[in-house]
């Protein structure tokens, strides 16, 4: 991830500086660490922002100081890093004392009730008010500028060719784990920081559990394997699933992989800027209603992609008292329909795309038939 | 890791009932999920556990519909299983309702402010009074039993015979993350389920960083290089430092190395049941500082080993306002002191120990000498 940019960073700091005037905020304190990433470029296990109308006070343990300097002088005027001598908290709790903040929000989602508990009485009774507030720093990452699109595209096209060879490792006679780890191996040898998530090898009835753990149970004939997967690029997370049959697949497990394609087929040809999240779910989900395997298909059609490999826009059925979003040029996400028959087997394709002006580009590309190896 | 049994995750959940009486609380929310696997046996992504004075309940959703019955069936009497139709908290809002719960205690240290806010709403105003706790389940997992020994005596003999065949991983020319890679593919064909934490490989310069991420630095003659990797067995962590020098160390390299030693041969003669955690940091402190080495050692001597790869005890300087931990045996944890001079290099060495009746077992061990290679 390359440091701090005031044009690309700065630039995300000013429009949540937005937000807060928006909210009547004095101060947003950021402790989800993907948007402290975000507005800083910092990656780190540990820290917070305090992002105020004129300032960016960036705090961190003695383990950031460097990389923490390098990132407020990256971000320029207004940026200040604070090495917390002691807790993170009571850095931020001691700069709103002398800020005389008013009303604080806070990310209500991603701070403990232990940590608000503490900040309450550090900061006495009514001398600031704590608010929660939501989607503050998310609502401006669910459309990716150009350096993430960039990265992103990169992560696609590098876990594309992970996906094109697959064949060789899986093999009867192989556990599910020792596929797990040379996936894992691969991804990295791809060049990727790490694994995005815990890769899935589920096989025979167990591709039947749409999120199966690798476990000890060895391949055999006829065996339909669910392999799913991501890398971490340059920050950014990208995900694939291929299904492959060991040796010939069972006529029921063909006929699933077959839906399971036109299903993926019809949701990518409905992405385009205006539609809603919903509408793409929809066309998968109405697609395996036209093979009897609507109820076999028990997850939402895909999910956001960025800086966490689960983030906005939510591809699924609406939940109640939500609005579903509407597409929009630079939204990335999966594709990435299921099904799942105890008896038969599970079978998912997924690809990852990014909405452009008139439809979609695809990030991730390799075959999507039913690979027999 | 085996199913629930009435004898060990029963006898669990006991103990913690009798917290919730001390506390005066009708029900405990549990959701921090190493919590949740302590008490029930289940590994899932999401779940939460009510526990009352006469019953469990387990919610999950549906893709842990089938783990989470084998758990509640495992557990006996009491237990019971909810897998909730919409969002966990609803049916767990539901179900307190029911069961007219008066003081429900929190987990506040893993609790989401939303979270908390929500819950306030959906049990109405004054019918319900929620309470912070900590450690009710925590206090709990410090001493280890029989079958969580048996998983990290396993973990750790199995971590040791990856530390044991380094040498050939670790050459000039190749990169940190080309390291850490076939690292994590030789901890995953040991048998670990996966690494327990992102994998450092921090050379030359770099080792300075106690917690540098592999980068794409090469290595070259002469560099020290810290490997600190880990792995999840049954469920458990185990996690290990050795320090390499490819080709001959600097002088200053080698001499790092021995008052490393020999802090962590000090800190290990330290530990036996009765003394507290901090005497064991001060013990590979005081050795440190008889090198001029006080300030080069900026974290604590090790952390407590078990369901998550960092937790109690804390064995490092005592913590304002807290009481450092006294040992018993049964707890477990790494002895990893590390010293880190810019200009010269960082050196960590870390094994894992379970406290015994009078001392200490070894659960890693592999040659702690400065490898060449």
């Known amino acids: 991830m390359p440091a701090a940019d005031p044009h690309v960073h700065g630039a995300r700091v000013s429009r949540v500086r937005g937000h807060l005037a928006d909210a009547g905020l004095d101060a947003l304190l950021v402790t989800h660490l993907p948007n402290l990433t975000y507005l800083t470029g910092l990656q780190a296990s540990a820290g917070c922002v ?21 990132a407020v002088h990256g971000l320029g005027g207004g940026a200040s890093l604070e090495v ?3 807790s993170l908290d009571e850095a931020v709790a001691a700069r709103l004392r002398q800020a005389e903040c008013r ?18 009485g550090a900061l006495g009774e009514g001398e600031t008010e704590i608010v929660s507030t939501e989607r503050l720093v998310e609502r401006e990452r669910l459309v990716k500028g150009p350096e993430e699109i960039a990265a992103l595209r990169e992560g696609g096209r590098r876990l594309s060719t992970v996906a094109r060879n697959l064949g060789p490792l899986v093999r009867a ?42 476990e000890c149970r060895v391949l055999g004939a006829g065996d339909p394997v669910v392999l799913d997967f991501g890398g971490v690029y340059d920050g950014y997370c990208v995900d ?63 999910h956001g992609l960025g ?67």
């Open 240 to 302: 694939l699933t291929r299904t492959v049959s060991v040796g010939a697949p069972e006529p029921g497990v063909r006929r699933l992989h077959e839906a399971v394609f036109q299903a993926q087929q019809a949701a990518l040809a409905a992405v385009r800027p205006g539609v809603t999240a919903t509408a793409v779910d929809q066309a998968a989900r109405e697609a395996l209603a036209g093979h009897g395997l609507a109820d076999a298909f028990g997850h939402g059609t895909g």
């Open 50 to 70: 305090l992002v105020t109308a004129r300032g960016l006070r960036l705090v961190v343990d003695f383990r950031y100081a460097e990389a923490g300097r390098a």
């Open 103 to 120: 009303r604080l929000g806070i990310e209500a989602a991603y701070l403990s009730v232990k940590r608000l508990d503490w900040l309450r």
């Open 173 to 214: 006679g192989r556990t599910e784990r020792e596929i797990a780890a040379d996936i894992d191996h691969a991804v990295r040898l791809a060049g990727f920081e790490r694994s995005a998530f815990e890769t899935i090898v589920a096989s025979g009835p167990r591709s039947a559990l749409p999120h199966a753990r690798p």
């Open 307 to 373: 800086l966490e490999v689960h983030e906005e826009p939510r591809v699924g059925r609406p939940l109640s008292g939500q609005t579903a979003e509407t597409l929009a040029p630079g939204m990335v996400f999966t594709v990435e329909p299921g099904v799942y028959v105890a008896g038969v087997g599970g079978v998912r394709i997924e690809d990852d795309i990014l909405v452009t002006a008139d439809g979609y580009e695809l990030l991730t590309d390799a075959p999507r038939s039913l690979l027999v190896v």
């Open 84 to 86: 917390a001598a002691r």
